[in-house]
Structure formats: structure tokens, C-alpha cells
T-cell receptor, first 111, second 113 residues
Framework: LAKTTQPISMDSYEGQEVNITCSHN???????ITWYQQFPSQGPRFIIQ???TKVTNEVASLFIPADRKSSTLSLPRVSLSDTAVYYC????????????FGTGTSLTVIP | DADVTQTPRNRITKTGKRIMLECSQT?????MYWYRQDPGLGLRLIYY???????NKGEISDGYSVSRQAQAKFSLSLESAIPNQTALYFC????????????FGQGTRLTVV
């Protein structure tokens, strides 16, 4: 089971780009990297998934280096509504992904 | 309508009582999960099921049991509730395969007194 390590908390000003890095040193060949966002008292919401290099969607980008031992979630020009907890997960596709969450990174966006 | 519906949304129960939390999903997915969340501890996996005939223990299954009544329904039971089971409980579902996107319910806030 690939364990992930993230910073406990981060602060950013509105309009800034935020990069949250996750370490997953024992990631396996068939593991995918997935990020979720959670607001207080709500269920987590999927943000982005990647396997290698760079993935971009309408809300974020995910950068994965060649060794895949870490990944960086990039949120462009954050707003106050991006204040949330962000979780990095490593999950096995195909063979059964149990989705183990860690404690996440609490991002606070400051006006 | 929500893709994943949990009932009840809030519940207060007494120590020693049996309680069932219910979850249903309209995504048509085979895989379903139960998590609990405590302040500062993130989400911890209790049980998961990859199809109707499959039940697996997660990180913290002691004191809990589950039933997969149908593809769309997955219930969590606390046979004899204790105060340290006070938490926010989430149900989730995924399609499996190459897609690791999970859909979560709105949660059930359970208080055991």
C-alpha cells in the first residue's frame, strides 16, 4: 500500500497560484495518483487523476515527474472558495482501488 | 438528485444500541465504500465492496459490519455503539477500471452518548 505524505497546511493570497506537493515513494507500477478536495462537513470531491507527466483539466493541473515518487497539484489563481482540505491518493486501477486517504493539506486562501 | 444518498444525515444514539447507516447510489457502479472521519484524522476506510458478493475489511473494521443488499445499496451497522464511534461517516462509490474517481455522499453525523 503506497503511503502518501503532504504538508499539513498552507496559506495563500487570493489570485496566487498554489502548488501542493505529495510524496509517494513506494508507488507501484499500476498505481494512479488522484487528488480530492473536501469542504467542511461535505464528502470529498474528485479533482484530477494522473499516471505520469502532466495532466490538466478545467480546475487544476497535476505534475508527475518521471520517477513518479511525488506529484504536485497546481491550482491557478486561487479564490476564497478554494479554501478546503486537499487529499493526495495513490490508487490501483483495474485490480481494485481501495482509496486510502491520509490527513490531507488544509489550504487557507487569504483575501 | 444526488448520485450517492446517505440516511440518516444526523443521528444521536445511546451507548450499546444497534444502529444502521444506509447508502444508495444511482451511478450504476459496482464498487462501494464506507469511511469515517474524525477531526484532524482525515478519512479512514472501514469496509469496501467490489460487487454484491464481495465484502472486504478496511483499516478500521472492528466494531462495524456491512451488508451489500444490491448493487446500489450498501449499509453500515454498529452492533453495539460506543462513544468513540462518534464521527462523520461517508459512503462512496467508484466505477473501477482505469477510473479512480470516487463519488461521495453528503455524510452521516453520528453521535453516541
Amino acid at each position: 500500500l503506497a503511503k502518501t505524505t503532504q504538508p499539513i497546511s498552507m496559506d495563500s493570497y487570493e489570485g496566487q497560484e498554489v502548488n501542493i506537493t505529495c510524496s509517494h515513494n513506494n508507488i507501484a507500477t499500476n498505481d494512479y495518483i488522484t487528488w480530492y478536495q473536501q469542504f467542511p462537513s461535505q464528502g470529498p470531491r474528485f479533482i484530477i487523476q494522473g499516471y505520469k507527466t502532466k495532466v490538466t483539466n478545467e480546475v487544476a493541473s497535476l505534475f508527475i515527474p518521471a520517477d513518479r515518487k511525488s506529484s504536485t497539484l497546481s491550482l491557478p489563481r486561487v479564490s476564497l472558495s478554494d479554501t478546503a482540505v486537499y487529499y493526495c491518493l495513490v490508487a490501483k486501477a483495474n485490480t481494485g482501488n481501495q482509496f486510502y486517504f491520509g490527513t490531507g493539506t488544509s489550504l487557507t486562501v487569504i483575501p | 438528485d444526488a448520485d450517492v444518498t446517505q440516511t440518516p444525515r444526523n443521528r444521536i444514539t445511546k451507548t450499546g444500541k444497534r444502529i444502521m447507516l444506509e447508502c444508495s447510489q444511482t451511478k450504476g457502479h459496482d464498487r462501494m465504500y464506507w469511511y469515517r472521519q474524525d477531526p484532524g484524522l482525515g478519512l479512514r476506510l472501514i469496509y469496501y465492496s467490489f460487487d454484491v458478493k464481495d465484502i472486504n475489511k478496511g483499516e478500521i473494521s472492528d466494531g462495524y459490519s456491512v451488508s451489500r443488499q444490491a448493487q446500489a445499496k450498501f449499509s453500515l451497522s454498529l452492533e453495539s455503539a460506543i462513544p468513540n464511534q462518534t464521527a462523520l461517516y461517508f459512503c462512496a462509490t467508484t466505477a473501477g477500471g482505469m477510473n479512480t474517481e470516487a463519488f461521495f455522499g453528503q455524510g452521516t453525523r453520528l453521535t453516541v452518548v
